[in-house]
């Protein structure tokens, strides 16, 4: 690993220093490792020579691409005619791509002054292996007259799209400052291509990341014109000199923060609070960074590892939170917040100025009722002023929390909130505020708020203020469109189903009427509770527990109803209909002998008609359904208790019972 890590520094310098020789190298002219003159002299071949030159000629169309350029090297080398003629004709005339293209990189890599046209002639050749090479190879000829030839060629209506993109290209990498004026041209080619190499071939030569417009250009080589290619050159070279320097100093700062970085981590025991929180104040931003981020995590996982009590630590953590970087000051006050000590309060109300809201979340998180009522009051202002939705949320949130009911005016006003969360919380803060005042406002919110999720809490909050204004709109809310808002309703109206018998009979009708049986029938169960005893409510509880039975009965549940009927004989004077659904429940619940026994009980010397009625009625079911027995039971109760006074309708009906339980 520490070969590694030295080794990455050297391996930097040696990238740089290979850009400085790259620019030098073009300054100086010193490309290839021979140079042949302009114009070689005629020499005599000797008998050596004319065994090289003959050897390298048989290798010119070898079937090796290396021994065919190393074959025509050798023969430009000998800086004799004939020589630059066996290179020259090849490069022309030869069958072969292949063998064509590596004369043209022959040529090039000698940098031939004497091949300059063959080479500028192949851009012609047919072939896009041999005059994509010449165009490369057209970058290493850059003498103002060799220039001025591609210009023209450029220019000439021989030369295409694809290959005017090929030397605009070949411009750029050779620095022809002289060919400014043909790239400025193919800023306005006709195809993209074209103009895109020749704005690349422009920034390279000036070094200026100007934009494709040709007026800003003929600006700049108006004033830049009388440079020559060296002075551009010199201009690079000191470009990739600073680079070079900017690079070094940057690899020392690299170098400083790894072994800062490696002295905090590299042993399982180096990592502690109290070293993180000295890195905090690195010159390094990363060390910062990684710094307050295990912080973070470590406080935590172990809030008792560091105390806001030592001053040390709390300056530390002061300046964090001065910190330019929001990550870092966001770890700090995430850290806070889990930590405890006499200066806690301090650095939550420094962290509630701040204005990231990457800050401003945790730090409204953090806030207590002793970080002070100017920390209320800043969260106030968040939430009615801050455009991040993510700041008022948490201010929302925050002040329901911190239960200061001078809070209430602000948070009504944030029930017109944009921000579906922010509503929620307010309304839940009120709630949690006891905001009596604000139910005609949730009240609004429940009927016209767009989201159901806030409609269901306004629900639930006027539930829990507990107040008789809220029923009204809870009743309305009983057909909203959404079903957790109706639920809602319907547990808020149950929750102020107390105390007022008015009250409580008005939401169990409202439960009622939309079908809600079971909490209707709680409602009207907690009415009868609740008054059993007071007999100025005699009245009012016998109508609740009719409504009771009723609903039951509405359920199927049959034999609870029957017990409800059963106590309203007991406790009211109870009418011949409380009797008939009494009996109608037994014989619905199954419990025939429950009705046998009621009626024998009931029907009595003196009963009235409409009892005996009844029972003539029951028989008469019971008869038609085959039950003989009970039938006949009833009957004779019915006789026992006399038929003398009754009158001719019952008597005729009690005689043809009789006759039909005749054996």
């Not at 620019?23 to 302009?38: D, E, N, W, Y």
């Not at 990189?105 to 047919?126: K, N």
């Not at 009723?550 to 004989?569: F, K």
């Not at 026994?597 to 029951?618: C, F, H, I, R, T």
Request: a negative charge; charged letters at 30%; hydrophobic letters at 45%.
């Amino acid at each position: 690993m520490a070969e590694r890590n030295e080794s990455r520094p050297q391996m930097v310098r040696v990238l740089v220093a290979a850009c400085f020789v790259a620019v030098l190298a073009a300054l100086t002219g010193c490309p290839g490792p021979l140079r042949a003159p302009a114009e070689p002299p005629e020499l005599a071949l000797g008998a050596a020579e004319q065994q090289r030159y003959a050897r390298a000629e048989r290798q010119l169309l070898a079937a090796d691409p290396t021994a065919r350029e190393r074959a025509a090297v050798a023969l430009l080398s000998m800086e004799h005619p004939a020589g630059l003629g066996a290179v020259v004709d090849a490069m022309k005339n030869a069958e072969s791509p292949a063998v064509r293209a590596s004369m043209v990189r022959a040529a090039a890599f000698l940098e031939d002054d004497r091949a300059f046209e063959a080479v500028l002639q192949a851009v012609e050749d047919p072939e896009p292996q041999v005059y994509e090479e010449a165009a490369a190879a057209l970058a290493r000829f850059t003498q103002p007259e060799q220039v001025e030839a591609i210009s023209d060629y450029i220019r000439s209506p021989r030369s295409d799209a694809p290959r005017r993109r090929l030397l605009y290209d070949a411009l750029g990498e050779g620095f022809a400052v002289s060919a400014v004026p043909v790239l400025i041209e193919g800023l306005q080619a006709t195809d993209a291509a074209s103009r895109e190499a020749a704005l690349a071939a422009l920034r390279r030569i000036a070094n200026r990341e100007l934009p494709p417009d040709v007026d800003i250009w003929r600006e700049w080589w108006e004033a830049n014109h009388a440079k020559g290619r060296e002075a551009v050159l010199e201009e690079h070279l000191r470009s990739v000199s600073e680079e070079v320097h900017s690079y070094e100093t940057r690899l020392r700062d690299l170098e400083s923060q790894h072994d800062e970085l490696m002295r905090l981590v590299g042993r399982p025991d180096a990592e502690t609070a109290e070293s993180l929180v000295r890195a905090l104040q690195s010159r390094h931003l990363v060390v910062r960074r990684y710094a307050s981020f295990r912080l973070a995590g470590l406080v935590r996982d172990r809030p008792g590892v560091l105390s806001l009590g030592d001053r040390t630590v709390y300056m530390a953590l002061r300046d964090a939170l001065d910190d330019p970087d929001a990550a870092i000051r966001r770890n700090v006050i995430e850290a806070v917040a889990a930590l405890e000590g006499d200066f806690k309060d301090n650095l939550v109300r420094k962290a509630l100025q701040d204005e990231d809201p990457q800050v401003l979340v945790p730090a409204i998180g953090a806030t207590s009722p002793t970080t002070g009522d100017e920390a209320v009051s800043r969260i106030e202002r968040l939430l009615a002023d801050w455009p991040d939705s993510q700041v008022r949320v948490a201010a929302a949130g925050a002040l329901g929390t911190l239960g200061d009911p001078e809070s209430v005016p602000v948070l009504l006003a944030a029930l017109d909130d944009p921000e579906e969360n922010v509503r929620w919380l307010a309304v839940e803060a009120l709630r949690r505020l006891d905001a009596v005042q604000a139910i005609p406002r949730i009240s609004t919110v429940l009927q016209r708020d767009a989201s159901p999720r806030v409609r269901a809490i306004a629900a639930s909050a006027l539930g829990e203020l507990g107040q008789p204004a809220g029923v009204p709109p809870l009743r309305q809310a009983l057909q909203d469109t959404s079903e957790r808002v109706r639920q809602r309703a319907a547990g808020a109206l149950l929750q102020l189903a107390v105390d007022d018998y008015e009250r409580m009979m008005i939401i169990a009708d409202a439960l009622q009427e939309r079908g809600l049986l079971n909490e209707s029938r709680q409602v009207l169960a907690r009415v009868v509770e609740m008054f059993a005893d007071d007999e100025g409510m005699a009245a009012g509880v016998a109508e609740a527990r009719r409504e009771l039975a009723r609903i039951m009965r509405l359920q199927g549940d049959y034999a609870a109803a029957a017990g409800v009927y059963e106590t309203l004989l007991q406790t009211t004077d109870a009418p011949d209909e409380t009797r008939r659904s009494l009996v109608d429940s037994w014989l619905k619940a199954g419990q025939t002998d429950r009705v046998v026994e009621a009626l024998q009980d009931w029907v009595a010397p003196g009963a009235e008609d409409a009892l005996l009625d009844l029972a003539l009625e029951v028989a008469e079911m019971f008869l038609q359904d085959g039950r003989r027995e009970p039938a006949q039971q009833i009957l004779q109760a019915i006789q026992e208790a006399g038929t003398e006074g009754l009158g001719a309708e019952l008597r005729t009906r009690v005689q043809r019972l009789q006759t039909r339980l005749a054996p």
